[in-house]
């Protein structure tokens, strides 16, 4: 069974920092494209970064740009999302993502994605 799981998100303070994890299993993830989504209570999901298995490059949303550092976690077969500078609207339940994107892209688009996980809360207190 393929699985991405997330861990590491948790109650912050405004202007702390969190480091979610993401482990895989099933299957190799080393040449997906990895991303990290996130989805507020009554909003749509969002992209929040991504990053290539070649190079690596990555992409972010311009919300999180400055604040947030994606990178590959080959050990674990995921990734790794740093946040520093957490904002009450960072509040969200953060998914991991995984997809063999055309052209090894870092992209914003979900339906790029064929793997998914469960989530991980994060919380952020004002």
């Known amino acids: 069974q393929v699985q991405l799981v997330e861990s590491g998100g948790g109650l912050v303070q405004a202007g702390g920092s969190l480091r979610l994890s993401c482990a895989g299993s099933?299957?190799?993830?080393?040449?997906?494209?990895m991303a990290w989504f996130r989805q507020a209570p009554g909003k749509e999901r969002e992209f929040v970064a991504a990053t290539t298995w070649s190079g690596p490059s990555t992409y972010y949303a311009d919300s999180v740009k400055g604040r947030v550092t994606i990178s590959r976690d080959n050990a674990k077969n995921g990734a790794v999302l740093q946040m520093n500078s957490l904002k009450p609207e960072d509040t969200a339940l953060y998914y991991c993502?995984?997809?063999?994107?055309?052209?090894?892209?870092?992209?914003?688009?979900?339906?790029?994605?064929?793997?998914w996980g469960q989530g991980t809360q994060v919380t952020v207190s004002s």
């Open positions: 099933g299957r190799t993830f080393v040449t997906f494209t």
């Open positions: 993502a995984a997809g063999r994107v055309i052209g090894g892209y870092a992209t914003s688009q979900r339906d790029s994605y064929t793997y």
